[in-house]
């Protein structure tokens, strides 16, 4: 009995029944005459072996057996739903599905996105920013962008962001560091670090300041946006990618105290399997990635 699974059209006859607490309406919905949905609910009553409706001259009422059972179903029957919306929607390629970095996606593809939208308004961008390295076929992950050295084996691989670190504050730390001010003048100051911690010691270096200034100082962040929400907070100096923060520079609710950049050999590189690309959707989408990562 584990095994026994009803007809598609004694569980549609039952959960439209139980729906409206109507013979006639459900067979209304669902094309058929009153007597072939109450023929189809006692045969399932009789291979379940239960009774789901409680039967009254004007009335039809849901034993607890049947509304246990139309509670399940009911879930059952949306979540086809959904998955039947989801994969008709994603054939005609209305429907893309991206993964990335939740720093990625807050500081640089959501405050593009409006502008692929608009070039793209039958395309529903879905993103799923996440640090989980999530695997394209068993998700249904069209494109993905990572942040590392790039050359995933079996996927493309492609440069998007590459641009240099600098050192960002809230401007009233950028004040107490006055105008045009050495790099040596960090050292009282707290340094933010996220999980490169090794970032603070390359611009030191660069700068010429790695021994008058301790790197392995200030706290850690090994997820999220921590590094940047204590910066945001005034706790420190952050190094932040210069793409990721030039909309606040330009508006003056961060500071970048210090001119000079340093490149890391990490990357945001998009990711994807060489199929991805025959949807048209994704392909839009990548041919996009690249034209904003080169703005």
Known sequence: MSDYLPSL??????????????????????????????LQIR?????????????????????????????????????????????????RGAILNVTC???FATYWLVPRLGRFEVLH???????????????????????????GLGGYE???????VDDELVPVCIPK?????????????????????????????????AAGAATAVDASRGPIFM??????D??????????MRRSFVEGELKEGTMAAPFPLGVASRLAFHLVYPGASLERPAAAAFRRWLLSESKA
Not at 76 to 81: G, I, M, N, P, S
């Open 121 to 147: 308004p039958d395309i529903d961008v879905r993103i799923s920013a996440s640090h989980r390295v999530l695997d394209f076929q068993r998700d249904g992950i069209d494109l993905a962008i990572r942040h």
């Open 223 to 228: 997820h999220g946006n921590g590094a940047y």
């Open 43 to 91: 045969d399932l009553e009789a291979a379940l072996g239960v009774q789901l409706f409680e039967r009254k001259p004007r009335a039809l009422a849901l034993t607890v057996e049947g509304a246990d059972y139309f509670t399940t179903l009911r879930a059952a029957f949306r979540l086809v739903r959904e998955a039947t919306a989801a994969i008709t929607a994603r054939s």
């Open 173 to 205: 730390l950028a004040a107490e560091l006055g105008d045009h001010p050495s790099p040596a003048a960090l050292a009282p100051f707290t340094l933010i670090h996220d999980v490169y911690r090794h970032d603070w010691q390359l611009w030191l270096e």
């Open 101 to 103: 970095t939740a720093g």
């Open 154 to 160: 079996g996927l493309v691989s492609e440069r998007l």
């Open 230 to 239: 204590a910066m945001k907070a005034g706790l420190g100096i952050a190094l």
């Open 9 to 38: 059209s004694a569980l549609r006859a039952f959960e439209a029944a139980a729906r409206h607490l109507s013979m006639t309406l459900a067979a209304k919905e669902l094309n058929v005459t009153p007597g072939a949905v109450s």
